[in-house]
């Protein structure tokens, strides 16, 4: 789960991390503009995104139910 992450708030990466925060997961950047990544490495690493925003989405759903 995420403890913390600094998300861009304009530009073309508006509402996505930073390069880092995939690289450290062990992943391709998905939003890069270089395109030099494979597609199968890209799509991991978008279904990872997605994975972490809906695991923190439930887990803060549950939290303020206080079933965590």
Known sequence: MIDALVVHVAGKREGKPGGGYFAVNGHVD???????????AIVAANAFWEV???AVADWGSKHRRGLA
């Open 30 to 40: 998905p939003f890069t503009e270089s395109g030099r990544a494979a597609e199968r």
């Open 52 to 54: 972490q925003k809906s």
